[in-house]
């Protein structure tokens, strides 16, 4: 199984977009992702807190959504504007 991570703002000078490969499943669920993501690239552990999940284009707030072969993570900092 892959999942592409794209990272944007801030969060692309801690790393760069990277793909997750994990062996011998279909699909799992959102929060082992998360658990993948800081494995990969410790330096994001900071900002997972804050960081909002896009799953294929789509916002997410359950850690428990089924993440399946092929589908993309957006991480989005927080943004501020005026």
Not at 33 to 61: C, G, H, R
């Amino acid at each position: 199984m892959q999942v592409k991570i794209l990272t944007f703002a801030n969060l692309k000078e801690y790393s760069n977009d990277f793909t997750i490969e994990i062996e011998g499943k279909e699909s799992i669920a959102l929060s082992i992702i998360k658990q993948k993501i800081i494995a990969e690239k410790p330096a994001l552990e900071k900002f997972m807190n804050n960081i909002a999940f896009a799953v294929n284009q789509t916002y997410s707030k359950n850690d428990n959504q089924e993440i399946n072969d092929l589908d993309e993570i957006a991480l989005i900092p927080p943004v501020a504007g005026g």
